[in-house]
């Protein structure tokens, strides 16, 4: 099994448990590295803005258009970076996980497409990077 269709699977493989708060921390990496690796398949990288309550930063995310589960890394304008995932659960009801990156999740992040969050979240505008721009 190549290593994109271990990634594909463990995307695959996520769904809403109760058991998922306590495992978030192990599978944040392998999630992540799935995020970068789709994005850089990807023809272009969009890099956006989200405002939720007092957080605000830019982020990036794999397939925009489903909304039953949703996987974002976010670039905070604390200068921090999370993951964010949101899963529906049995009753259709979204369950939200956020987990703060350590230094090593971080690294699993090209420098370019740090710089890119930075700088979208600096400027206050979304940005889309023709692939290639960042790796």
């Given at each position: 099994m190549?290593?994109?269709?271990?990634?594909d699977?463990v995307?695959?493989t996520?769904y809403?448990?109760?058991?998922?708060?306590?495992?978030?921390r192990?599978?944040?990496p392998?999630?992540?590295?799935f995020?970068i690796?789709?994005?850089l398949?990807?023809?272009?990288i969009e890099v956006g803005?989200?405002?939720?309550?007092?957080?605000?930063g830019s982020c990036?995310?794999?397939?925009i258009?489903n909304?039953?589960?949703?996987?974002e890394?976010?670039?905070?304008?604390?200068?921090?970076f999370?993951?964010?995932?949101?899963l529906?659960?049995?009753e259709g009801?979204m369950q939200?996980?956020?987990?703060?990156l350590?230094d090593?999740?971080?690294?699993?992040?090209?420098?370019g497409l740090q710089?890119?969050?930075?700088k979208a979240?600096?400027?206050?505008?979304e940005l889309?990077?023709?692939?290639?721009t960042?790796?």
């Open positions: 190549t290593e994109r269709e271990q990634l699977e995307w695959e996520v809403y448990t109760d058991e998922l708060k306590k495992t978030i192990d599978i944040a392998a999630l992540i590295e995020l690796v789709s994005l398949e990807q023809g272009d803005l989200f405002h939720k309550g007092k957080d605000a990036i995310a794999y397939d258009y909304m039953d589960k949703v996987l890394v976010r670039y905070k304008q604390d200068t921090s999370e993951m964010y995932l949101a529906e659960d049995d009801d939200y996980f956020y987990h703060t350590t090593k999740e971080i690294k699993i992040i090209p420098e710089m890119l969050m930075r979240w600096n400027d206050g505008e889309v990077y023709s692939k290639g960042v790796e």
